[in-house]
């Protein structure tokens, strides 16, 4: 390819209690640098639903967005992880999708879901059967290019290190607190070499 990068449209998938405009400084950032960039409102987005029922709405977005034969990269934030996740794992996505990064995502859970009551808080709390089922089997994001973006300053993520695979990339910046995760520089631009990287 001689150096050249080549650069499939994203999707991002935000977390819960946001929307896509969460993502208005990443998206900026990454179209000018030469991506075709989008993203969807998940809905309900406060964790009323189950994530493999948000996860069914990335895969309807995806196949109405993007044709049959275009190979995308998906950036995941937080619960949109996890979402993305179901999605690569359950529902044929890892045949779409070459690279995937989940930024501040709770793989392993997080306390914090302890303080709601909705299905997806269920299912991110540590030790779910969600996230059991969905750990079991993580290798298959090993079919493509995975990174893990983390800050050791999540108050969100409970304890912080849940955000760490045994599998793909890992990326740990020093970004305090998990809002700051889609705006730091220091983040968009890890962002983007995650999703610069040749595909095996």
Known sequence: ?????KRN????????????????????????LGWSVSA???????????????AQQV??????????????????????GLVTRYYLQRLGGSDRVQRFVAISSPHNGTWM??????????????NSDFLQDLNRDATVLDRLNFTSIWTPWDFIIVPAASSQMPVGQE??????AHAMM????????AVAEALAKPVS
Request: a positive charge.
């Open 1 to 5: 390819m001689n150096g050249e990068i």
């Open 9 to 32: 449209p994203i999707l991002l998938v935000h977390g819960i209690f946001r929307k896509s405009g969460v993502f208005r400084q990443m998206s900026a950032y990454l179209t000018d």
């Open 40 to 54: 969807l409102d998940l809905t309900p987005n406060y964790g009323s639903i189950g994530l493999e029922e948000l």
């Open 59 to 80: 895969a309807e977005y995806i196949n109405k967005t993007f044709p049959p034969n275009c190979l995308i990269d998906i950036v995941g934030l937080s619960m949109g």
């Open 113 to 126: 879901a302890y303080t709601l009551w909705g299905k997806a808080c269920i299912q991110m709390r540590p």
């Open 171 to 176: 990326v740990k910046l020093p970004v305090f």
């Open 182 to 189: 889609v705006r730091d520089s220091r983040s968009l631009q």
